[in-house]
């Protein structure tokens, strides 16, 4: 028998300072720039987070981290040192990079600071166990930028998460993200078909509303219980008849002028202050 090799010491953790990535064709700079494509995003898992705000935010939250850049210039920012150290603790790749890099990451003129590839995260409606709150679906939403202010809102009135149901917009899409302000990693999004969503309404007895312009009912005249489901329609069309069919009432919000509808997460808005007004103290 040949003597077991001696084991190599592991590596002293280096003091050297990091190295500025100033290549634009650096492999890892075009993995993240890949992740602003839907089908980068679908095969890698992964979506970016700009800015230290939501960067800290999905940290804060225990979002998984895959990679961290960071200009160099910003290095010595006590939140950067912090995201830095949590970033590395969690076995992310962490950079510094050139302003130029940036951009080229960010695809703009004025890119932040502080990028970040995170894993993607949406849960199972079967995996919402005993579902309480307000929870908001929507059907087949198709602007990132209402799906990103729904999921502000969302969280700013505490509801208690959102189902997107059918062919939606990618929440992980980077105008999605930030228009969600970081309230991306703090609301639960849980995707569905229609079928499933009908199973694990009726499963817990959730009473559905949907929203409709030609709900018989004012908006302001249920009496919103505490656990509900609100069910939004997509901007083009409403709700088609087969989502109609699985509500148990469905509502409008009065119009006056001439405009045919409210945009999608205006409507959201007026919704969630009426249903959430006890709990909101108003
Ligand atoms: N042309 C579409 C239609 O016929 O429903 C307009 C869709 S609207 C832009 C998007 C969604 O916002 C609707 O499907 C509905 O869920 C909600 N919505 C907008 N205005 C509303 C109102 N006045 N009453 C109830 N829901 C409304």
């Given at each position: 028998d040949r003597p077991a090799a001696p084991r190599a010491a592991a590596p002293a953790p280096s003091t050297a300072p990091a190295r500025e990535v100033t290549s634009l064709t650096n492999p890892v700079v075009k993995d993240l720039r890949a992740l602003h494509l839907k089908k980068e995003r679908e095969a890698s898992g992964l979506f970016l987070a700009e800015g230290l705000k939501l960067v800290t935010d999905a940290l804060d939250e225990g979002w998984p981290i895959r990679t961290l850049v960071h200009a160099t210039r910003v290095k010595d920012q006590p939140l950067v040192v912090r995201a830095v150290a949590a970033a590395k603790a969690r076995g992310a790749l962490v950079l510094e990079v050139s302003d130029e890099v940036l951009v080229k990451i960010c695809?703009?003129?004025?890119?932040?600071?502080v990028v970040a590839a995170f894993v993607q995260k949406i849960a199972r409606l079967?995996?919402?166990?005993a579902p309480s709150g307000v929870w908001v679906a929507l059907e087949g939403v198709k602007d990132p930028g209402n799906l990103g202010t729904i999921i502000r809102t969302v969280d700013s009135v505490g509801a208690a998460g959102v189902i997107l149901i059918g062919d939606t917009t990618d929440p992980f899409a980077l105008e999605a993200v930030r228009a969600t302000m970081g309230s991306l990693f703090h609301v639960p999004i849980a995707a569905a078909t229609l079928e499933e969503f009908s199973a694990w309404t009726a499963a817990h007895r959730l009473p559905v509303w949907g929203t409709h312009l030609?709900?018989?009912?004012?908006?302001?005249s249920v009496a919103w219980p505490e656990t509900c489901v609100v069910l939004m329609g997509n901007e083009?069309?409403?709700?088609p008849e087969a989502y109609v069919a699985v509500c148990d009432g469905l509502v409008k919000i009065p119009m006056a002028g001439k405009a045919d509808s409210l945009n999608l997460a205006v409507a959201t808005a007026v919704m969630l202050y009426e249903v959430r007004r006890r709990a909101l103290g108003v």
């Open positions: 695809r703009r003129d004025n890119p932040q600071m079967a995996d919402l166990a030609k709900g018989a009912v004012d908006y302001r083009q069309s409403g709700l």
